[in-house]
């Protein structure tokens, strides 16, 4: 019985996503240099100017890493001025982090990240809301399929 030819990486979900992401983050790379963070350390800063305030529990799930992963992130963005970490009073386990007003102030030096990557799309910017939307829908439902199997 004849194998089943695999599939080339080029016809892989996974790869064409793994080499998206990779590919942003190179064009991201020299703007975050700029501002002096890693792209880990600017998705930190996204939830905080999302949320305020939020904990370092709360900041992992929202980007789905470990804590022990986003600790150190917070460590470096504070020695950099960029955050504030204080125990919660209501519940001494928890570290609560904030944007100090430095931290606050990349969030508008980091708006042009957005703008250079619907330039290099070289999309309408519908076709790239639409295209955001469905890898989010992709990516939820395959989180809920990982989830259940564990």
Known sequence: MPRAKAPSLDQLLCFSLYGASMAI?????PLLDEL?????????????????EDTIGS?????ALES????PLVKRLEQAGLVERRRNP????QVVVTATPAGVGL???????????FAAAGLPVEKLIEL???????????????????
């Open 36 to 52: 002096g963070i890693t792209y880990p350390q600017y998705l930190v800063l996204n939830v905080l100017w999302e949320r305020g």
């Open 132 to 150: 955001n939307r469905q890898v989010q829908a992709f990516r939820d439902s395959v989180s809920e399929f990982a989830a259940a199997k564990s």
């Open 90 to 93: 209501a519940d001494e386990r």
């Open 59 to 63: 900041i992992a799930e929202r980007l």
């Open 25 to 29: 983050n190179r064009a991201y790379k």
């Open 107 to 117: 969030q508008a030096k980091s708006h042009c990240l957005g703008e250079l990557l």
């Open 68 to 71: 022990s992963t986003v600790t």
